[in-house]
């Protein structure tokens, strides 16, 4: 492990820097759904259906990320999967049907997906050294990334084609992986003090079924809540401009102001957790959760559906956090995985479904489906909190 606080420092930074460019380069690209729907003449069902190859591309490398981890390191995997997604940004301005736009988006979810397992593994080793619940820092990082990607997606939404926005996106990314990654690849991963070497793996081999069950259970907070931004991100925007008339740049300043309130309750959720303990950090953020959704999506306006928004960010904030580093505290890295892949699988799973809503009801009806897994969530919380040993 690191020999110095010096050294966990640098490392903290590093993997900070990459939590923010995933969400730059995620938030930028979708800010500009709305014209690649235009341009391609997709319908919301179709669109669903495009969105799905983000989803299974994310999926199905989840799966494989954690064994490439632990063959080659977290650190080397973040920062591949980070060049890849860069690239890849760049690629859905170019298509002009449906079908195109799904197997681009394949290879932005593969790269999507391994990015967040790699570097979340890392963030959760480093959290059990430091022994303080700062995981809702780094995805305070990833939630300021989004917001400056929107912000600055909407300054340009009237002006700058989408080609060339996200060209532009893909050259700052490569330009802060060049910097960020050669720090990262010289920094040692940290080792938990409680990490055995009969654990090659990266998973609690003596785990038995109530750890494992814990696990999942973990990762079905993490899936519920990460729906909920999965939704904000693809479908907020177009919500804003197709039911409620907002301007391509105020539609884009949804997601903005979703992704500023999850940051500043994200900067806030280490002492958050030092203060109330887990469990209810997650009942009482889940349940403001389901209030901001509901206002959101079914406020007559566009300036009561962005409060609305502002609000469920602040109480999905630190849900997501919470449920990956405690299941990677029961389960070590194969933990991580098995949290990641269910969240960010929720994440990545809930834009075709509400397109699918969409198109079966209505998309204001399709987005309080959020606020029923946030609900969801909160059940799940409380029923568990006793068992998985939080407060």
């Given at each position: ?5 010096d050294?966990?420092?640098?490392l903290?930074?590093t993997l900070t820097?990459?939590?923010?460019l995933d969400?730059?380069?995620f938030?930028?690209w ?7 729907k235009?341009q ?5 069902g ?5 969105l ?5 591309g994310?999926?199905?490398t989840?799966t494989?990320t954690?064994?490439?981890?632990r063959r080659?390191?977290?650190?080397p995997?973040t920062v591949v999967?980070?060049?890849l997604l860069c690239?890849s ?8 049907s ?7 988006l394949l290879?932005f979810g593969s790269a999507y997906?391994?990015?967040n397992?790699a570097f979340n ?5 480093l959290?059990?050294?430091l ?5 809702p820092?780094?995805h305070?990082?990833?939630?300021l990334?989004?917001?400056?990607g929107a912000?600055?997606?909407g300054l340009?939404?009237?002006?700058l ?8 996106l893909?050259?700052?990314g490569?330009?802060v992986?060049?910097v960020?990654?050669?720090?990262l690849?010289?920094?040692?991963p940290?080792a ?9 793996d990266g998973a609690?081999p003596g ?6 069950r814990?696990?999942?259970t973990f990762g079905l ?7 909920g931004?999965?939704a ?6 177009l919500?804003l401009k197709?039911?409620l008339?907002?301007s391509p740049?105020?539609?884009?300043a949804?997601y903005?102001?979703?992704a500023?309130a999850m940051?500043?309750g994200r ?6 957790l030092?203060r109330?303990g887990r469990t209810?950090?997650v009942v009482a953020?889940g ?8 206002l959101g999506?079914?406020?007559p306006?566009?300036w ?5 928004f502002a609000?469920t960010?602040l109480?999905l904030?630190?849900l ?10 029961l389960?070590?890295p194969?933990g991580?995985?098995?949290a990641?892949?269910?969240g960010y ?6 834009p075709?479904?509400i ?16 606020a ?16 998985a040993?939080?407060r």
């Open positions: 492990m690191p020999g110095s606080r050294d966990l420092t640098r903290r930074v820097a990459f939590f923010a969400g730059f380069v938030a930028g979708v800010v500009r759904i709305p014209d690649i235009e391609t003449g997709a319908s919301a179709a669109l669903g259906m495009a799905l190859g983000v989803s299974a994310a999926v199905v989840m494989l954690g064994r490439l981890c080659y390191g977290s650190h995997v999967c980070a060049v690239l940004v760049a690629l859905p301005p170019l298509t002009h449906a079908l195109a736009l799904g197997a681009v290879l997906g391994g990015i397992v593994s890392a963030a959760v080793d959290v059990a050294v022994r303080r619940p700062v995981m820092s780094f305070a990082a990833f939630s990334g989004g917001m400056a912000g600055l997606g340009v939404a009237g002006s084609s989408p080609a060339r926005h996200l060209l532009a893909t050259l700052t490569l330009l992986t060049l960020a990654g050669r720090a690849l010289r920094c040692e940290a938990p003090p409680d990490r055995t070497p009969r654990e090659p609690a785990r038995d079924g109530r750890t494992r814990l696990v999942l907070i993490a899936l519920c809540t990460a729906y931004e999965g904000m991100a693809d479908w907020g925007a919500h197709e039911d008339g907002a740049g105020l539609a884009a949804g903005s102001c979703f500023l940051t500043v900067l806030t959720g280490t002492t958050l030092e109330l209810p950090t953020g349940t403001v959760a389901v209030a901001g959704m509901l999506s079914l406020a306006s566009v009561a559906a962005l409060f609305g609000v960010g109480g904030a630190n997501f956090p919470v449920a990956v580093e405690r299941a990677g505290a389960g070590g194969g991580v995985a098995t990641s892949t269910l699988g929720g994440m990545l799973l809930g075709p479904a397109g699918f809503l969409a198109e079966w009801f209505s998309l204001p009806a399709a987005l309080t489906s959020v029923v897994l946030a609900a969801v969530a909160v059940l799940v919380a409380l029923t568990t909190g006793r068992a040993g939080s």
